[in-house]
T-cell receptor, first 111, second 115 residues
Framework: DGGITQSPKYLFRKEGQNVTLSCEQN?????MYWYRQDPGQGLRLIYYSQIVNDFQKGDIAEGYSVSREKKESFPLTVTSAQKNPTAFYLC??????????FGPGTRLTVT | AQKVTQAQTEISVVEKEDVTLDCVYE???????LFWYKQPPSGELVFLIR??????QNEISGRYSWNFQKSTSSFNFTITASQVVDSAVYFC????????????FGKGTRLSVIA
């Protein structure tokens, strides 16, 4: 089946540790996106990539890093520099000019 | 700068009632897209509709309908004869047209349909 997968669904880390969230798509979409959602809030853009080996910062990129070495994959690393990393992280992908499709999300808890 | 406002934070209705979710947007672009997404308790966002700024026709899909009015910068969503399965958070979003551009989301409206 075509779609977007994110793993794991739940992730727990100790403060000070970097953690990488996985996002894979088999929809042959050029663009991929990472959003963060906090309780009662809308989604805020962290990073996006319109093509392999290229990506742009979103509104809240500080403390995060990404890579786009393959069309299918867009992993997000939450670094220890991110002050409030506990959140729900959603990955999405799209074809040029079309709607974005979202993965199931990863809930990250940092204590 | 683009902005989407969903003034209704939470709405509760009794099953079979009609309900309208409001969405007001701001953009300087003349060409743009508007979207509605549904987020059920599982968390995954489900795409409902995309509307091009040049197309002001209202759209109906089953119990769902959308009213797009450029004059008031609004893109409202109505659910007719609501059902318990409609309970979710609904997001309105906006993007530039023509490319793979990110979405700007409203803060969402939590709809609770009570049996």
């Amino acid at each position: 089946d075509g779609g977007i997968t994110q793993s794991p669904k739940y992730l727990f880390r100790k403060e000070g540790q970097n953690v990488t969230l996985s996002c894979e798509q088999n929809l042959n979409h050029d663009a991929m996106y990472w959003y963060r959602q906090d309780p009662g809030q809308g989604l805020r853009l962290i990073y996006y990539s319109q093509i392999v080996n290229d990506f742009q910062k979103g509104d809240i990129a500080e403390g995060y890093s990404v890579s786009r070495e393959k069309k299918e994959s867009f992993p997000l690393t939450v670094t220890s520099a991110q002050k409030n990393p506990t959140a729900f992280y959603l990955c999405a992908s799209s074809r040029r000019g079309y709607e974005q499709y979202f993965g199931p999300g990863t809930r990250l808890t940092v204590t | 700068a683009q902005k989407v406002t969903q003034a209704q934070t939470e709405i509760s209705v009794v099953e079979k009632e009609d309900v309208t979710l409001d969405c007001v947007y701001e953009t300087r672009d003349t060409t743009y897209y508007l979207f509605w997404y549904k987020q059920p308790p599982s968390g995954e966002l489900v795409f409902l509709i995309r509307r091009n700024s040049f197309d002001e026709q209202n759209e109906i899909s089953g119990r769902y309908s959308w009213n797009f009015q450029k004059s008031t910068s609004s893109f409202n969503f109505t659910i007719t004869a609501s059902q318990v399965v409609d309970s979710a958070v609904y997001f309105c979003a906006l993007s530039e047209a023509g490319g793979n551009t990110p979405l700007v989301f409203g803060k969402g409206t939590r709809l609770s349909v009570i049996a």
